[in-house]
């Protein structure tokens, strides 16, 4: 059973750092990629940050050079972190995972085929 395993979401003042990790189990296709994808409370789900096989990463611009997608420790794995955090950065945060196929404007373009759980962010004044 594949799974995927949000981490490190929390409360934080605005102007803080947070750390999402995410791991996944349960598929061992080499060619599954990972991104991470946002939906704030009355608005549709959004792509942040994805990267591809080849290590290319994009982001959505409203999180240019305030978050940072990379590979985690292990296979299968994807840290966000996240920085500057803003008001409008409070959201859930879904990891996701797809066949590789490139990334645009922080997002996977291929279907997602995994979804996680979600991990809440709250940011605060």
């Known amino acids: 059973q594949v799974q995927l395993a949000e981490s490190g979401g929390g409360s934080v003042e605005v102007g803080g750092s947070l750390r999402l990790s995410c791991n996944a189990s349960?598929?061992?296709?080499?060619?599954?990629?990972m991104g991470w994808f946002r939906q704030r409370p009355g608005n549709e789900r959004e792509g942040v940050a994805a990267?591809?096989?080849?290590?290319?990463?994009s982001y959505a611009d409203s999180v240019k050079d305030r978050f940072t997608i990379s590979k985690g420790p292990a296979d299968n794995s994807v840290i966000l972190q996240m920085d500057s955090l803003r008001i409008d950065d409070s959201a859930t945060y879904y990891c996701?995972?797809?066949?590789?196929?490139?990334?645009?404007?922080?997002?996977?373009?291929?279907?997602?085929?995994?979804w996680g759980q979600g991990t809440q962010v709250t940011v605060s004044l």
């Open positions: 996701a995972a797809s066949l590789c196929a490139g990334v645009r404007d922080g997002a996977l373009l291929s279907s997602i085929t995994y």
């Open positions: 990267r591809d096989s080849d290590g290319t990463t």
């Open positions: 349960g598929y061992t296709y080499k060619h599954y990629c």
